[in-house]
């Protein structure tokens, strides 16, 4: 079974600013991927940035970047310079194996004070 | 290149209907699956289809089934609706290169009240 957990229900950055969320996961799969999707108020589900487990190397997508710690099954996400419209529910996934489906954690909400 | 399309975007319905929810993937994928959004349980995976093939399905009751159609559209029912049916239905779609970890884009949603 594949789970997914971000312990931070909800954080809070200053615009400008930069912050970090955390999730952490466990698979047992060699084979996988992870994703950070954004949901704001509209409800539409967008990537953020994916990591293919096979390569060392940090995804990085403009202002966003992932740390990936494979031996710790750790996968958190940094926003830097974040901006008003960074605030919406940030979900980690996973998908690996032959499951065909994305496993989510609970999300983290994310407001940006102006 | 279109987005993912889900209609309608909002139903209200009564228990014990049923329902009929359409997704139209973005062109060129072949792979289609849903997902279901509440508060309580969070985001979890209805089923996915791939060339008019359901692939794998999650923990959900008979009630809930699907079909894919050649152009790849897919559409999901819910028979003998109950309240704890209501959430938004999240459609993604992929490649569908046969492997797992295919990027999933999503639609829109749509939102399902059951009175």
């Known amino acids: 079974a594949q789970t997914v957990t971000q312990s931070q229900p909800e954080m809070s950055v200053q615009e400008a600013e930069t912050v970090t969320l955390s999730c952490t996961y466990d698979?047992?799969?060699?084979?996988?991927?992870l994703f950070w999707y954004k949901q704001p108020p509209s409800r539409q589900m967008i990537l953020v940035i994916r990591?293919?487990?096979?390569?060392?190397q940090n995804a990085t997508e403009n202002r966003f970047s992932v740390n990936f710690q494979k031996a710790a099954k750790s996968f958190s996400l940094k926003i830097s310079d974040s901006q008003l419209g960074d605030a919406a529910m940030y979900f980690c996934a996973l998908s690996g194996g032959s499951n065909y489906k994305l496993t989510f954690g609970k999300g983290t909400l994310l407001t940006v004070n102006p | 290149k279109a987005g993912v399309t889900q209609t309608p975007r909002y139903l209200i319905k009564t228990r014990g209907q049923q329902v009929t929810l359409s997704c139209s993937p973005i062109?060129?994928?072949?792979?289609v699956s849903w997902y279901q959004q509440t508060p309580g349980q969070g985001l979890q995976f209805l089923f996915e289809?791939?060339?008019?093939?359901?692939?794998n399905k999650g923990n959900f009751p008979g009630r809930f089934s699907g079909r894919q159609f050649s152009n790849s559209r897919s559409e999901m029912n819910v028979s003998t609706l109950e309240l704890g049916d209501s959430a938004l239905y999240l459609c993604?779609?992929?490649?569908?290169?046969?492997?797992?970890?295919?990027?999933?884009?999503f639609g829109p949603g749509t939102r399902l009240t059951v009175l």
């Open positions: 698979t047992s799969e060699s084979d996988y991927y």
């Open positions: 993604a779609s992929s490649l569908g290169r046969g492997r797992a970890t295919d990027t999933q884009y």
């Open positions: 289809y791939f060339s008019e093939t359901q692939r």
């Open positions: 062109s060129g994928h072949r792979s």
């Open positions: 990591q293919e487990a096979y390569k060392q």
